[in-house]
């Protein structure tokens, strides 16, 4: 009963906010550098590039995301459970994960570059996507370092990891294209910005300082244990990039050069999520998954649905002005576009909470299925849709995917955790957001939509903030901030 109690104390003092919220802003200020230097690479590539250049610049990004995670990106997240549960075995695991990493690594880039050139794609299309490839070996290490780092509580580096990363890769784009070099040139930065980022991340790793060594397993037993870290984050990745792909070879470059961007400015906005439950997995990990740990999940998925539904009226009412002034009107496809997309961030928000808790309580295996589940529906839906409605339809078919893994989340939180977990006063926000919207709607008719979805965004913050917890999280995160 003591030791029950222990527990308990120890848990509530790993998840509560004071602990919390310094790694979230941690890990959440890293992303916001990666994401946004990433954002203005983009733009810049756009601007510079032209819609039908970019769309294949687009292309071979997504292609290289794909190897990437069939060789191992998930492994982040399994090093963070392992090293944090066992510190000890950070510098011998790290080191046979990025082994094993390698070894996925070329048979991936094989293998895509047959599925290009089967699909038909250009020759020199094909090339650049295997010069592209060479940044998945130093990203292998990066990658680990990172890992590690997050399971050993350290997250001061990761901020200035992206920020070398990130701002190398701006630089020499800028140079670049400036010397008319095109997407070769391009490619050339995203190298030197791999290696670089990972120099800086073993170069963290290698100043900690951790307890006595400890053999990690052989690489048979990390092959059977980390299967699930290949073949899901490359399922999920396949629903959630193929749009980019089918848009590429059934309607043409410059439908996914519109498409491209507001497809990376929405999942630039996982960072919130990720900096949230990236910062609570440690200690879920360290912990048992029991009724502590569900009051946190439900807790944090509050603060995230909160955040997630204040972003959707931010983009409906500024989304308009800022692609046209950035972009110009060649882009003006991407409008309608972001404003499909940004409704599927309540589920995707949502979605990291409870696939933290899953993973956390060792049910990674369950992400096999659901990613099988996004991925038929995603593929058969865009095969079905695209031909006709373009990437307005790539847009709603991720909307839809969403939501249905959103619903099976929650059946398998309450079939293998015992209970399903929601939102804390999800009812009262999701009321009051409507309300909202509503108003917005109609006073959007009287006077211009900007001053309307303001007004909008005003209101459902000054709600969001009248929610006791939710305003305890933001003070948390200010004081953490202040310090």
């Not at 997050?150 to 580096?157: D, E, I, M, T, V």
């Not at 396949?238 to 507001?262: E, F, M, S």
């Not at 649905?305 to 009107?329: D, H, N, R, W």
């Not at 990613?371 to 038929?376: E, N, R, S, V």
Request: aromatic share 10%; hydrophobic share 55%.
């Amino acid at each position: 009963m003591t030791a029950d109690i222990t527990d308990a104390e120890a848990l509530r003092a790993e998840t509560g906010l004071d602990a919390v919220a310094p790694r979230a802003r941690l890990l959440s200020v890293s992303q916001i550098v990666r994401r946004l230097f990433r954002m203005a690479l983009l733009f810049l590539a756009a601007r510079m590039l032209g819609v039908e250049t970019f769309g294949k610049y687009a292309l071979l990004l997504t292609v290289v995301e794909m190897i990437a995670l069939l060789s191992g990106v998930g492994y982040i997240d399994f090093l963070t459970r392992e090293v944090a549960k066992r510190p000890s075995v950070a510098w011998s695991l790290g080191a046979r994960i990025t082994t094993l990493r390698l070894a996925y690594i070329i048979p991936g880039v094989g293998l895509a570059l047959l599925v290009l050139t089967a699909l038909r794609f250009p020759g020199a299309l094909v090339l650049n996507a295997a010069l592209m490839a060479i940044t998945l070996v130093p990203r292998a290490a990066g990658e680990t370092a990172q890992g590690v780092l997050r399971g050993l509580r350290r997250f001061a580096p990761l901020p200035w990891i992206e920020l070398v990363q990130g701002g190398i890769v701006l630089a020499a784009a800028g140079l670049v294209l400036h010397f008319g070099f095109g997407l070769r040139g391009m490619i050339a930065a995203e190298v030197l910005s791999a290696g670089a980022g990972a120099a800086a991340a073993l170069a963290s790793v290698a100043r900690t300082e951790g307890d006595a060594a400890e053999d990690a397993p052989g690489f048979r037993d990390l092959v059977r244990s980390t299967l699930a870290f290949n073949v899901y984050p490359f399922i999920v990745n396949v629903y959630d990039r193929v749009d980019v792909v089918l848009l590429a070879k059934l309607v043409g470059n410059a439908a996914t050069g519109i498409y491209a961007l507001p497809y990376r400015a929405y999942g630039t906005l996982s960072i919130i999520p990720y900096g949230v439950m990236g910062a609570l997995l440690p200690a879920f990990s360290a912990s048992r998954v029991d009724q502590n740990s569900r009051d946190a999940c439900a807790r944090a998925m509050m603060f995230l649905y909160l955040v997630a539904l204040l972003i959707v009226l931010a983009t409906l009412t500024f989304a308009g002005p800022l692609v046209s002034l950035l972009l110009g009107e060649s882009y003006a496809g991407s409008i309608q576009t972001i404003k499909i997309l940004i409704w599927a961030c309540p589920p995707v928000f949502l979605n990291f909470a409870l696939s933290t808790l899953l993973l956390a309580a060792h049910k990674e295996k369950i992400f096999l299925v659901t990613a099988l589940i996004g991925t038929a529906f995603n593929i058969t839906a865009n095969l079905l849709l695209i031909p006709r409605y373009s990437f307005l339809a790539a847009a709603a078919v991720t909307v839809a995917t969403e939501s249905l893994l959103l619903a099976v989340f929650l059946y398998f939180v309450k079939k293998f955790l015992g209970q399903a977990v929601f939102p804390q006063k999800g009812i009262r926000i999701t009321v009051g957001f409507v309300v909202v919207m509503t108003a917005y709607w109609l006073l959007a008719r009287q006077i211009p939509q900007i001053w309307a979805g303001s007004a909008a965004c005003l209101v459902f913050g000054l709600l969001a903030a009248r929610t006791a917890s939710g305003m305890r999280v933001i003070k948390a995160l200010v004081r953490s901030g202040a310090r």
